[in-house]
């Protein structure tokens, strides 16, 4: 799977352009110019800022197309306040020091209304200071991630720990086991979360056998198998991320933890990361998210997006949740709602109405902003592997709280 994001700069360019329309204003940077022009008044100016190259240009590229697909959906509604929307894109390039200075044209040269992109929590990191408190402009972040984020005028439209772990713990409990393992990456995500879900583990009657964290780029993993098979893990909670998780996870398989009864646990696998492995080496693995694409066989309105999606953008870039591409839609469409509601573009009107908007319809269904809080209710849906694809095995029953700042 991951050999297809290791795109270079020329290929991605000439792809890009011709699919998109979009015009290359610089190295990283691109437009896709309004559609109309209004005599009265300029563009409202969107800026993406994702990873459209590097290690995770999988996701990177979706939120791309995504933001394109609800842009010209807007425009072709007549726009925002009677104007049209112009989309800026950035290339952030899986690197914060690349990140920074493209984010920057957004705010400096392109003067951006609001910018919406990141995908790890290092990026956000990276980019959130020249986007919020240099830039004073709006910023969305759409990913899953460790929650903690309490910036204001940054607003986050992907699960939370509390989403992710509150349900979908006590499931694993009944359904795998009492022993964990949390075998992780060694970065600010997999250390956050992992507090959380020992709480709940434990809180739950369950146990925390070990948790380790290792290098980005590490990929053999016998001693950590080892460990799991000899101490009778039950369920491998896992935050290891690619490149190292497909050869982790491989390597469980063939030790025999899923042949004598072992759960794999990973609350970003989502319809893009199937492709990592053989079928047979997670079959039964359980992920946690807003998002599903077997939702579409239930829910027309999932079933809208994703056509309209896979009509726009047919190929590898796949529309995930665990990619950010959810809440990516999400966040565009509430910040649409805000800007309706403001009847102004300006950061302080827009951030106002953005605190306690709406929608009726997305990705998974309604959701909704916390007041006070700049963190978004949405449903969340626990999800099995089997045979390669997902099947829905719990639901929330409504919109699940973030519980963030």
Not at 165 to 182: H, S, T, V, Y
Not at 306 to 331: H, I
Not at 355 to 374: N, Q, S, T
Request: with cysteine; aromatic share 10%; glycine share 10%.
């Amino acid at each position: 799977m991951f050999d297809r994001t290791q795109l270079s700069r020329r290929r991605f360019l000439s792809n890009f352009a011709f699919a998109s329309g979009a015009v290359a204003t610089g190295v990283g940077s691109w437009v896709i110019p309004a559609p109309w022009a209004n005599a009265a008044e300029a563009p409202i100016k969107v800026g993406i800022a994702t990873d459209l190259t590097g290690p995770i240009a999988y996701a990177g590229n979706a939120d791309a197309n995504v933001a394109k697909m609800v842009i010209k959906e807007i425009n072709a509604s007549g726009g925002l306040l009677g104007r049209p929307l112009e989309l800026y894109i950035e290339d952030t390039a899986s690197n914060e020091s690349v990140a920074v200075g493209n984010v920057r044209k957004l705010i400096q040269r392109d003067k951006v209304d609001m910018v919406l992109g990141g995908i790890t929590s290092s990026m956000r990191n990276a980019i959130k200071d020249p986007i919020v408190a240099r830039g004073k402009t709006l910023y969305i972040y759409p990913q899953l991630y460790e929650g903690k984020e309490c910036t204001p005028y940054l607003f986050c439209t992907g699960p939370t720990p509390a989403q992710q772990c509150d349900e979908f713990i006590p499931w694993l409990i009944k359904n795998g086991g009492k022993r964990f393992a949390l075998p992780s990456a060694n970065y600010v995500w997999p250390h956050t979360l992992n507090v959380y879900a020992r709480k709940v583990i434990e809180a739950n009657g369950g146990e925390v056998v070990f948790e380790e964290y290792y290098p980005l780029d590490q990929v053999d993993f016998s001693a950590t198998v080892n460990r799991i098979i000899s101490n009778k893990v039950d369920v491998v909670f896992n935050t290891v991320i690619p490149p190292g998780v497909g050869p982790f996870f491989k390597q469980l398989y063939e030790a025999g933890f899923l042949k004598n009864g072992g759960r794999l646990a990973c609350v970003y696998y989502d319809e893009n990361t199937l492709n990592i492995n053989q079928a047979a080496e997670i079959e039964g693995l359980a992920s946690c998210l807003d998002y599903f694409k077997v939702l579409t066989k239930e829910n027309p309105f999932d079933a809208k997006i994703q056509a309209a999606y896979e009509k726009d953008f047919p190929g590898n870039f796949l529309f995930a949740a665990g990619s950010a591409a959810t809440g990516t839609y999400r966040g565009l469409k509430l910040w649409e709602a805000a800007v309706k509601e403001a009847g102004k573009i300006d950061r302080e009107s827009v951030a106002a109405a953005l605190d306690h908007a709406k929608i009726a319809e997305g990705p998974g269904g309604p959701a909704e902003m916390v007041p006070g809080k700049r963190h978004c209710k949405m449903k969340m849906y626990t999800a099995v592997a089997k045979g390669g694809n997902y099947e829905i095995v719990a639901r929330s029953e409504g919109l699940v709280d973030p519980k963030e700042c």
